[in-house]
């Protein structure tokens, strides 16, 4: 499948922003479930050339070192994805899956998080690729989406207790509830576009990969209760959003921030596989 991405990340503040250094994790890589044939990233400010994080991330510096009231980030490219079933598989020289077992602050396993991993100990030891679904899908059962409830810095087990949340929300309790049975797990941030049976995003998604022994590493998207397809374009990993997120960063000035995403997939670009 070809897809267009369009992708503008639009801040306005409340008092002048007086400089800004941020990360940016807006840029895919080709691999086995992608090849990016074009893409494009633009802002005001000094951009640096790209540069890899631990992860094997494609990111950016930007910084911004005069005053602004507006501050526009803006991606569009292409990009041809190949539906593997979910399976993304190893790249060269990452980090062994290992290093996916570690805690962070959205992903501790909490005693919500062990009580909810308990159901699923039995089976883990008999077939791990049947147990990731099944806990895939209980997390959707058991958190609903919706809008709203939680924000950035709500963890999985506030939303697994809560019982709602959004795409970011699960794939932490994902991620968390993996850890708790010893299978490694990372948060992925990326897009999903329209007409693949999934639901869309009007802003840039999140879901989780599992690392099964004899296939590498597995998407699962609790929010969709499927595995990626060729819907999905990964743009970063790690063990949390903190560490994938599209944007992190820090400021000086400005006051309240208001923040408007806008992301478009043109359809027509879509229906043309290959």
């Known amino acids: 499948m070809l897809i267009r991405v369009e992708h503008s990340t ?15 994790r807006m840029t895919p890589l080709s691999g086995r479930t992608q090849t990016v044939e074009s893409w494009k990233l633009a802002c005001p400010g000094a951009l ?11 990111c950016h510096t930007l910084t911004v070192a005069e005053p602004l009231s507006e501050l526009e980030i803006k ?16 790249a060269p020289q990452e980090f062994p899956s290992a290093i996916y077992l570690r805690e962070t602050t959205y992903t501790l396993t909490s005693g919500p998080i062990q009580d ?6 039995k089976q883990r030891k008999n077939d791990v690729i049947e147990t990731l679904h099944e806990v895939m899908l209980a997390i959707a059962e058991a958190v609903e989406y919706r809008k709203g409830e939680t924000h950035v810095h709500t963890t999985g087990s506030e939303a697994l207790e809560q019982g709602v949340g959004v795409c970011q929300d699960q794939a932490h309790i994902f991620c968390a509830v993996c850890r708790a049975l010893d299978v490694p797990a990372r ?21 989780a990969e599992a690392f099964v022994e004899y296939l590498g590493w597995v998407g699962f998207d609790p929010t969709n209760r499927a595995c990626a397809t060729d819907a ?43």
């Open 10 to 24: 639009a801040y306005s503040y409340s008092e002048p922003l007086l400089s800004s250094t941020q990360y940016l």
């Open 116 to 121: 909810f991993a308990s159901r699923f100990r």
């Open 75 to 90: 991606v569009c490219g292409l990009v041809r994805t190949r539906d593997t079933n979910g399976v993304v598989g190893t």
């Open 187 to 207: 948060y992925v941030s990326g897009y999903l576009s329209h007409g693949a049976g999934h639901e869309a995003h009007a802003s840039s998604h999140a879901w």
């Open 232 to 274: 999905y374009i990964r743009t970063a990993v790690g063990l949390d959003y903190a560490e994938a997120g599209p944007v992190r960063g820090v400021r000086s000035g400005g006051g309240t921030e208001t923040m408007k995403v806008r992301v478009s997939f043109p359809s027509q670009l879509q229906q043309q596989a290959q």
């Open 48 to 58: 640096t050339t790209p540069w890899q994080d631990q992860y094997g991330n494609l």
